[in-house]
């Protein structure tokens, strides 16, 4: 199958669990390649975005074909720059059917912004598509405002999630923890987050009593990666 990943949100800002879950369908035989559009902010990253790669490029992240393009971000208007990367990465994906031909099928990571473009490159190409949700209502909760919010944003995510072949949500609980903004009008399968399982694999260690506890933190330091829950399970 030729799968086409397609996420909201990458490198330097995350989302790397698109290149996870395509390494993951890769190694199930299928082709996969990733189109990616990146944001820029000038604020996190001025010098990036002064020098931004505006035209597609190819590059391989661990075995995977990308092909990327950066676009330079619109300051303090969050509906302009919307929909001026979803009008661009429809232009991305055009560029990747031109090169690479249709896929079988879509597979967007979030809804907000990537899964109402594969809904609109689904209508063009006559393909299906599938949204893999990751956010939750706290992060939904930051730009939509609380529940009950009639956020212009909605009825847009609402379209595409209905008409999606297939919603992922990345636990159960999403479905529940999201439906103030989104409802449940859709089709839905709750597969968690793909890992490495040849890493992260429980191997026999010396115990750590007696000893200081030391903690890498890989991700983002905050609240909502639940750290106070994992600290509490080794005292």
């Known amino acids: 199958m030729h799968i086409l990943e397609l996420p909201s949100f990458f ?19 299928n082709t996969v390649r990733v ?23 190819m590059l391989e992240m661990r075995g995977i074909e990308v092909m990327r393009k950066e676009l330079r971000g619109i300051p303090f208007s969050l509906k302009k720059c919307s929909w001026h990367w979803v009008k661009t990465t429809q232009e991305l994906v055009d560029k990747y059917v031109e090169k690479y ?19 609109k490159c689904s209508e063009k190409y006559n393909v299906p598509y599938v949204i893999t949700e990751h956010l939750p209502y706290m992060i939904l909760a930051e730009e939509f405002g609380k529940e009950g919010a009639d956020a212009w944003q909605l009825p847009y995510l609402k379209e ?28 839905w399968k709750f597969i968690s ?7 992260f694999a429980y191997r026999k260690r010396d115990s750590w009593k007696g000893r200081p506890f030391v903690l890498c933190c890989v991700a983002d330091f905050v609240v909502r990666k639940g750290y106070d829950v994992m600290l509490a399970t080794i005292k």
């Not at 249709?102 to 594969?118: M, R």
């Not at 999630?161 to 449940?184: H, N, Q, R, T, W």
């Open 101 to 119: 031909g249709k896929p079988d099928i879509i597979h967007a990571h979030c809804c907000k912004w990537a899964g109402y473009v594969a809904m």
């Open 35 to 57: 189109a990616a559009n990146v944001n820029l902010s000038a604020r996190l990253s001025p010098v990036t975005y002064l020098f931004a790669h505006t035209k597609p490029y």
């Open 193 to 199: 987050n793909t890992i490495d399982i040849d890493f």
């Open 11 to 29: 490198p330097p800002y995350g989302g790397l669990f698109c290149i996870d879950q395509s390494v993951a369908l890769q190694r199930q035989g």
């Open 160 to 187: 595409a999630y209905k008409k999606a072949s297939m919603v992922i949500p990345v636990s159960e609980e999403l479905v529940d923890d999201i439906a103030c903004f989104i409802g449940k009008d859709y089709k």
